[in-house]
């Protein structure tokens, strides 16, 4: 390795000094030569004057040249030299300075001075001699201190920790280890510093490990490369001078200090965490065990409690496992399951519940268990050679009542269980007794549907005006009744086996309606159609055909119900009736255009002629009658049309919500004006946003009862008054959307009806005149239609009762007790309110 210049003249450092001695060497043999040429003196007598002198200048030379080679870095041999050279100097000007003094002042020099000069300049380098060196052992002290605090540290804080700890220096030699590595790999502290870490993984470490090589890689891989943290789990192994651990190794390039370039390693003990994750795993592992059996469609019930008795072994460590039958009132335990490779009992076998542990269990009505036999259980075989230690049992309820029992036993003392093992345990006998609870259920169930299917079979053969019969889940005919063979026309032998798509016409086939109908009551649980239908010899049939699901207990399709009812007949009269309906309709128009057109131009003629051309007495008398019998026929026309709009067009008549108040309010308005000599009072009536289900001839519905109240009157004054109040009312109503139908929509065969309750709103129309006789009331407002021979003869009464039925309320009438002379009759019109109406009240409570 070369050196700098300047390297090498600090290598040479040490001449200065060695020149020094032999300068200063020349003085005491100068004054020896003076003493012996001018004194006289004796040379030993010079020499031993001289002595002192020459031994120190020839130490100082000695002294150089043992420093130059003494191996010391030339920085420190320089500083030694400046430091000789330099107080030499300082002491050689001192004097030159006291010599120079003396000569100028008295011309001469005093030894003594000098002398005792020598002596001050030596006290003054000795004192700082003496306060560098004190300095120089304190910062010693302060060292030994830092080292010895330091080495307190490394005692009690790093030796002490459980982390394992390997400090290697830059050639990958153990530098330091602490007393848990020691532990672990189990070394000697003292003995492996300054050994190579390689070596000892190779002879003493990686064999404690379960994969020694890939640890040994991995670690070699570190050392060579010492430029990264590198972090990994390994598992050391037990053995007879070690515990089974867990470690996670940690390290990385030491980058600064003493090892710089080195490499520092940490081993964690995370045994327990890993324990704890096998726990976890175990536990995991458990559960989905569990799952698969209990999930196993292909295991039946026996096979799937023999697994989990199997599970529950594994569980407890147990040597015997077992489920069985508890019978309080014979006092019988029965084996139903039994897992024990020695068993001295089996599956079948009857025990005495007296014999058994059983009796706790049937008292405490819970989970019994203990990890070692108490005192005051006796010792008892019980499915093996030999009594046991270890005992749990846990109760399986089927609905409420004790069914069994879930054990597991071992001859060994356990560990006490804990609460996820008890939990396990309960788990599999709920388990067991929601599957035989179950299992009582679908037998049942079973029973019940086979019981059902018979007596259906029973009365389906009884039934010869419907066809039913059933198919399997492909479509085939499988059963046939008595009123299949009539409708359809096939003999049970012919149709058998036979697709029900034979029943369709072509087109229909074509069109896939067969499959789209079976798949709807597949995904739906029933599928509803009408259409032509084709019977064996061809001829076709309009039919209502209804096609439900078959299923099993469990769920699974068994094939298919068919209901045909034929129904050409009655869509033959469906038919004749909208005929007639359409010919009505052809009447409604002609009364509605025609005749009241001819009417009103009779009454204008009429009016011509009493203006202008009449004068006589009796022919104006004609023409008033003439006239007063044309509105007569216009009101009756009205009438008609209100009628034939509400009841011939029932099929087309759909409610809805109608303001009550601006109804009553606008009739009212119209009777005062039709009939000026009657008094109209109306009070407690509803606000204009109170609606009820009606239409737009509900007013039609108050002018009647209006008009009724002032025609029929026979007091010299007629008094009306009109009032409302909340009440509810019977409804017919749509079971799946609530709304109410109409009392000619209530039949329909598509709509589920139900009657309800509702809030409803009464409107009481009272008058003073003759009232109603008692045997009258009932029948004044459900004349049928063959009693109005008379047009004024109630036949606007009977249009309120049509239409307050339409709307699904109703309309009666009563004595009007409200009055001191008991005269009139009350009219109570009661509405359904709309479902906005209700909605709002609800809110609002």
Known sequence: MNESPGSSSRGLAWVPISLLGLLLLSVPLYDMWEDTTALSWAVTTTAIENAPLICLSLGLVYGG????????????????????VGVAAGIALLYGLVIGLQLWAMGSLKPWILALDGVLFGSIAAFGAGVYSARRRRTEVDLERSREEYRTLTNDVLDTSEVATFVLDTDCRVVWINEATAEYFGLDRTAIVGRDKRELIDERIAGRIERPERFRDRLFEAYERNDETVEFECHMTPGPDREERWLKHWSKPIESGRYEGGRIEHYTDITATKRREQELNARERTLREMYEVISDPERDFDAKVEALVDIGRDLFDAEYGSFARIDTDSGEYRIEAVRCEDADIGAGDVVPLAQTHCQRLVEAGRTVQFEARPFDVPE?????????????????????????????????EADPFDDWQLTMVELMGNWIGYELDRKTLLEERRRRLREEESKFEEVVEDVDNYAIFALDAEGRVVSWNEGAAQIKGYDEDEILGEHISIFYPEEDVA???????????????????????????????????????????????????????????????????????????????????????????????AGLLADEYVTDDAAIDHLRTIRERVDDLGAVIDTMRTFMDAVVNQSDHETHPVSLRDALDEKLALARDTHPDAVFTAHDLPDPETTVVGDDLVGEVFENVLSNAVVHNDAETPEVD?????????????????????????????????ETERPAIAVHIADNGPGIPDDKKESVVRKGVSELNDPGNGFGLYLVKEMMHAYGGSVGVRDNDARDDARGAVFDLVFPLAEETVADARSTE
Request: hydrophobic content about 35%.
């Open 65 to 84: 040249v043992r420093l130059g080679r003494a191996g010391w870095e030339p920085e420190y041999v320089w500083m030694v030299t400046k430091w000789n």
């Open 722 to 754: 009109v009032w409302t109040t909340r009440t509810t009312c019977s409804a017919q109503v749509d079971a799946e959307t609530g709304e109410v139908l109409p009392d000619f929509d209530a039949g329909r065969a598509d709509v589920d009806v139900t």
């Open 380 to 412: 008892r075989d019980y499915g093996t050679d030999a009594g046991f230690e270890t005992y749990v049992r846990t109760p399986v309820y089927v609905g409420e009542t004790l069914y069994g029992s879930l054990c597991f036993l071992d001859r060994e």
């Open 511 to 605: 069109d896939g309606l067969p499959g789209e109908l079976l798949a709807e009551a597949r995904e739906t649980g029933r599928a509803h159609h009408e259409g032509w239908r084709v019977r064996e010899d061809g001829t076709r049939f309009w039919a209502d055909v209804t096609i439900a699901a078959r299923r099993d207990a469990d769920g699974d399709l068994q094939g298919y119900t068919k209901i045909v009812e034929d129904m050409t007949d009655r869509r033959e009269r469906e038919r004749a009736l909208e005929h007639e309906r359409e010919r009505l309709e052809f009447m409604n128009r002609i009364i509605r255009h025609n005749i009241l057109n001819g009417l009103n131009l009779v009454d204008a003629r």
